[in-house]
Structures are given as structure tokens and as C-alpha cells.
């Protein structure tokens, strides 16, 4: 069982920065990448951004690229997103996920484990 824990979010002016972090912890496969999607009110769940674990490929949704960074410490078990220049379209609850393989898939279908999610507000 893998628990995955986030932390970071908070409520934030417009261009401002936050830095979400996800520690994981329990028994992982060999290879396994982890992903941060949103969820904000009234819409569906949606991949921001995904890196493999072992080679540090990261991929991004395109409305995030240039504004966000993805990155883990192998050594800590932690996942990061630094997020920057956020806009209140940003405004949503984020979620850390894992999933075993080598493959980033934008999909919340495939996921093997979620965190409990993180708040994150961007006022106007």
C-alpha cells in the first residue's frame, strides 16, 4: 500500500507562487511515475503534470507550461510543483497520484493511488 500526502496549498494574489509537495511513503513497484491533477468546482478532474520516477521525464498540460515545474527528490520521496504566475483559472483542489509503469497518462482512470488533495485559491 502506498500513502501519498500533499502539502503547500494555501490562497495566493494573481502571479503569485506556491509550492505544493507530495511525500510518498509504502511498498512501490520498480518503476512508477507520480502526476499532480486539479479539480476545481463543478468540472471534472484534470493532469496537470507527471514525472517518471527513475529517468525524471516530465510531461505538462499545455496551459500550464512555461508557469509550473515538476521535480522529485529521490532521497526525501517527495514530488514538488512550483507553480508560478498563477492565474485565478488556476483556483482548484490539487491532487498528488502515483501510478506504476514508466508511462505519463493524462487519465485519472489508470491511477493506482491518490493523495487527499490541497487547496489552492488564486484571488483576482
Known amino acids: 500500500q502506498v500513502q501519498l500526502v500533499e502539502s503547500g496549498g494555501g490562497l495566493v494574489q494573481a502571479g503569485g507562487s506556491l509550492r505544493l509537495s507530495c511525500a510518498a511513503s509504502g511498498r512501490r513497484s520498480s518503476s512508477y511515475v507520480m502526476e499532480w491533477f486539479r479539480q476545481a468546482p463543478g468540472k471534472e478532474r484534470e493532469f496537470v503534470a507527471g514525472i517518471n520516477w527513475n529517468s525524471g521525464n516530465t510531461f505538462y498540460r499545455d496551459s500550464v507550461k512555461g508557469r509550473f515545474t515538476i521535480a522529485r527528490d529521490n532521497a526525501k520521496n517527495t514530488m514538488y510543483l512550483q507553480m508560478n504566475s498563477l492565474n485565478p483559472e488556476d483556483t482548484a483542489v490539487y491532487y498528488c497520484?502515483?501510478?506504476?509503469?514508466?508511462?505519463?497518462?493524462?487519465?485519472?482512470?489508470?491511477?493506482?493511488?491518490w493523495g487527499q488533495g490541497t487547496q489552492v485559491t488564486v484571488s483576482s
Open positions: 497520484a502515483l501510478k506504476a509503469g514508466q508511462i505519463i497518462i493524462t487519465s485519472t482512470a489508470r491511477i493506482d493511488y
